[in-house]
C-alpha cells in the first residue's frame, strides 16, 4: 500500500525560482492537506482541500497556491521561492465523514532556497 | 489562543519509563493525540484519547488525559531504543483535519 505518495523529496532552489510539490494518496480520502515543518515551530497548515476542486487557506498560506484538479492528487507551488520557505513540506489526507480525525502523512520533501 | 506546547527534550535510560507532557488550550477539543515521527520519516499516529475518556492503555502506552487542567501525557513503559523519535501532541475540534493543531513536538532520547 502506497498511502500518500510525495515529490519530489529533495529538492534546491536559488531564490526567485518556482516549483510544484505533488502528493498523490490511494486511499480514497477526501480531505488533503500541505504542512511545513520547521524546528521547534511543529507542523503548521498551509493550505488544505475538503473536496476535488476545492482549496482554502489554512495558517500560513502566502507565498503559496495548491491545486486539486484530481482528488488523488494536491499541488503545492511556490511561484517565487524565498528563503524563508526553507522547510520540511508535508502533505497529508484524511478521509470524509465523521472519523478519528487520524492524519495519514507522506515521508515529506525538504525544500532549500538559497 | 491555540496553543498546544510540549517541552522539546527528554532523555531516558533504556529500559526506563518515558512520560511525555503536553498542555493544550481549547476547552471544546474532541480528540487528543500523539504521533510519532522517526528520523526522515512523515508523522504516524501512535495512539489517540477522546476527550470524554481520561485514560486509555494500549500495551506499553498509556495516555492520560486531564481535561480540568487541560494536560495531556503520554507514558511508555520499558521504553526502548526503538522508541528514540519525536512525539508530537495534537488536539481537534473535528474530525476534518484542518482542525488540528500541533504541538512543536518532544524529542526523546533513549540511552542505552
Known amino acids: 500500500n502506497a498511502g500518500v505518495t510525495q515529490t519530489p523529496k529533495f529538492r534546491v532552489l536559488k531564490t526567485g525560482q518556482s516549483m510544484t510539490l505533488l502528493c498523490a494518496q490511494d486511499?480514497?480520502?477526501?480531505?488533503m492537506y500541505w504542512y511545513r515543518q520547521d524546528p521547534g515551530m511543529g507542523l503548521r497548515l498551509i493550505h488544505y482541500s475538503v473536496g476535488e476542486g476545492t482549496t482554502a487557506k489554512g495558517e500560513v498560506p502566502d507565498g503559496y497556491n495548491v491545486s486539486r484538479l484530481k482528488k488523488q492528487n494536491f499541488l503545492l507551488g511556490l511561484e517565487s521561492a524565498a528563503p524563508s520557505q526553507t522547510s520540511v513540506y508535508f502533505c497529508?489526507?484524511?478521509?470524509?465523514?465523521?472519523?478519528?480525525?487520524?492524519?495519514?502523512f507522506g515521508e515529506g520533501s525538504r525544500l532549500t532556497v538559497l | 489562543g491555540e496553543d498546544v506546547e510540549q517541552s522539546l527534550f527528554l532523555s531516558v535510560r533504556e529500559g526506563d519509563s518515558s512520560v511525555i507532557n503536553c498542555t493544550y488550550t481549547?476547552?471544546?477539543?474532541?480528540?487528543l493525540y500523539w504521533y510519532k515521527q522517526e528520523p526522515g520519516a512523515g508523522l504516524q499516529l501512535l495512539t489517540y484519547?477522546?476527550?470524554?475518556?481520561d485514560m486509555k492503555q494500549d500495551q506499553r502506552l498509556t495516555v492520560l488525559l486531564n481535561k480540568k487542567d487541560k494536560h495531556l501525557s503520554l507514558r511508555i513503559a520499558d521504553t526502548q531504543t526503538g522508541d528514540s523519535a519525536i512525539y508530537f501532541c495534537a488536539e481537534s475540534r473535528g474530525t476534518g483535519g484542518f482542525k488540528t493543531i500541533f504541538g512543536a513536538g518532544t524529542r526523546l532520547f533513549v540511552k542505552a
Open positions: 497529508a489526507s484524511t478521509p470524509g465523514g465523521p472519523n478519528t480525525g487520524e492524519l495519514f
Open positions: 486511499m480514497n480520502h477526501e480531505y
Open positions: 484519547i477522546f476527550s470524554n475518556m
Open positions: 481549547d476547552s471544546s477539543s474532541t480528540y
